[in-house]
């Protein structure tokens, strides 16, 4: 198994474009979710999914689109970059049900800066 | 948005020294959880702990879930160079069927050889 898989590594973007960061996982997990890392903030929640077809956003959702069309991937959209969003993105997937916990498997993330 | 109190925010010690870290929240959590970032690396979970005042050890890392559920601490015992990276507590509960994790702002870890 690859695990989480994300793309690209790094990006430069210009503000005002936008782009989509790939987020893949091969271990059938339902729950799918991004992150963004800032120094001295821990990661904070953007968006998540439970399902295919359904999404939630988090605790930041603001300047961020998802969709979830498989259960395979989960890209994450930035629709009109600011230098605010830059930041370290992380994408995590994990199994979902009943009320149990369950671990969260962490892609390598994707460093993003926004000029 | 919610986040967790963690610290200290970064220690420097020395090889074999001990490690002691925590972190508290206003909120009750579930679930406490501890991971480990490496350079150019996502998180990785170390521990998880499921119930208040519950100990848990993971080789030389020993974690205590706290009698309130609003804390938790982990301990390093005999550090390391490879124990080098952040360190992360997470609090865990679920919301309308998702699991939703709250990270502390993590303690970063230097050791001297």
């Known amino acids: 198994n690859a695990g989480v898989t994300q793309t690209p590594k790094f990006q430069v973007l210009k503000t005002g474009q936008s782009m989509t960061l790939q987020c893949a996982q091969d271990?059938?997990?339902?729950?799918m979710s991004w992150y963004r890392q800032d120094p001295g903030m821990g990661l904070r929640l953007i968006h998540y999914?439970?399902?295919?077809?359904?999404?939630d956003q988090g605790e930041v959702p603001n300047g961020y689109n998802v969709s979830r069309s498989t259960t395979e991937d989960f890209p994450l959209r930035l629709l009109s970059a600011a230098p605010s969003q830059t930041s370290v993105y992380f994408c995590?997937?994990?199994?979902?049900?009943?009320?149990?916990?369950?671990?969260?498997?962490f892609g390598p993330g994707t460093r993003l800066t926004v000029l | 948005g919610q986040q967790l109190n963690q610290s200290p925010q970064s220690m420097f010690i020395q090889e074999g020294e001990d490690v002691s870290m925590n972190c508290t929240s206003s909120?009750?959590?579930?679930?406490w959880l501890w991971y480990k970032q490496e350079p150019g690396e996502g998180p990785v979970l170390l521990i998880a702990?499921?119930?208040?005042?519950e100990l848990t050890s993971n080789g030389r890392l020993t974690a205590q879930f706290g009698i309130t559920r609003k804390d938790s601490f982990l301990n390093i015992s005999a550090s390391i160079p490879s124990d080098v990276g952040i360190y992360f507590c997470?609090?865990?509960?679920?919301?309308?069927?998702?699991?939703?994790?709250?990270f502390g702002q993590g303690t970063r870890l230097t050791i001297n050889p």
């Open positions: 271990m059938n997990h339902e729950y």
């Open positions: 997470a609090g865990h509960r679920r919301v309308q069927g998702a699991q939703k994790l709250v």
């Open positions: 909120s009750i959590f579930n679930t």
């Open positions: 999914s439970v399902g295919a077809g359904i999404t």
């Open positions: 702990l499921y119930k208040a005042g």
């Open positions: 995590a997937s994990s199994y979902s049900s009943g009320t149990s916990f369950y671990e969260q498997f």
